[in-house]
């Protein structure tokens, strides 16, 4: 499935929170390198950039950089000159608290990101999204209950249905039940519903609502997917006589 559908899992490390937090202790009037509120902040994030905290040695770096950019005031070049910490320190709060916020991590999250083919699913299209979030809660989502699918097909051509959809639905059928609203023969017949249930509606009568249940094997049933799927056995029988096996469709 990763080949054919180029389907991707990311996880990266999001420090964001960390920004805000640092300057609710760390004030930006007190000297020393995040003097200035603009420059200050600059300065804070090229030191998360070009580290982060991606790995324990990436988050041990850019903490030392921190905190040394905390000791020496790194805005005339080299060599940087000390100063005084707790001078940079807002009103009411202490060494302890600065270095509780560094070191305890508690402003790191995981983000967790699928991505098809290299594009973020924000950059999609309505049903590559689709089909990609189907694949996820059929394929990777290992949750046991039921999984209720309405039209699923919509948005998909049938070669995507065939080659993508179709197999991730015989595999997740496997170990939990799919209850799926469909008008395409592909999802319904070839992965081989274990009940097909037919709804019909008889505006005439009240709009009375019968469903009927059966087996595909089923004589009735068999014939109402050919009606209602195929358009009846005469449109599929013309259209298979137009094909043409190994010919180009013209």
Do not use: W
């Amino acid at each position: 499935m990763q080949e054919s559908f180029q389907l991707e899992f990311r996880v990266r490390v999001d420090s964001a929170a960390l920004e805000d937090r640092f300057f609710e202790v760390v004030s930006q009037a007190g000297g020393g390198t995040f003097y200035g509120a603009e420059e200050g902040r600059r300065r804070f994030r090229d030191i998360v950039t070009a580290r982060g905290f991606e790995s324990s040695d990436d988050a041990e770096s850019t903490l030392d950089e921190i905190a040394s950019a905390l000791q020496f005031d790194r805005r005339e070049g080299d060599p940087a000159k000390r100063v005084s910490i707790d001078k940079q320190l807002k009103k009411g709060k202490s060494r302890k608290d600065l270095y509780d916020l560094l070191f305890c991590l508690e402003y790191l999250h995981p983000k967790y990101e699928l991505r098809l083919g290299g594009r973020r699913l924000s950059e999609l299209f309505p049903g590559e999204r689709g089909l990609l979030l189907l694949v996820f809660y059929l394929l990777i989502d290992r949750k046991q209950c039921p999984l209720l699918l309405d039209q699923p097909e919509e948005n998909l051509d049938n070669q995507s249905i065939k080659k993508i959809l179709v197999p991730c639905i015989r595999e997740a059928k496997l170990r939990r039940q799919i209850i799926m609203v469909t008008h395409n023969p592909n999802l319904a017949v070839v992965c081989d519903a274990e009940q097909v249930v037919v709804a019909s509606i008889d505006k005439a009568d009240g709009n009375r609502i019968e469903y009927v249940a059966g087996s595909i094997e089923h004589a009735r049933t068999n014939q109402q997917l050919l009606d209602i799927l195929e358009g009846t056995k005469p449109a599929f029988e013309n259209r298979r006589r137009k094909y043409r096996s190994g010919g180009s469709l013209t």
